[in-house]
């Protein structure tokens, strides 16, 4: 079983959906890696 139980659980959750919503609304779909590893490599993002 892959579910998980405990008061940990109901925290991370939160704590994520904070998170998504949060850059759901700023609008950031990328990840901070992501756009340094790119950069690095010389690819840029269409805009």
């Known amino acids: 079983q892959w ?3 405990g008061k940990w659980v ?3 959750k939160a704590a994520f ?3 998504f919503i ?3 609304k700023k609008g950031s779909t990328e ?3 992501e ?3 790119l950069k ?3 690819i ?3 805009k």
């Open 10 to 12: 109901h925290l991370a």
């Open 3 to 5: 579910m998980k139980k």
């Open 17 to 19: 959906e904070k998170y």
């Open 40 to 42: 690095a490599m010389g």
């Open 35 to 37: 756009k340094y590893i």
């Open 22 to 24: 949060r850059k759901m």
């Open 44 to 46: 840029e993002k269409l």
């Open 31 to 33: 990840n901070l890696y």
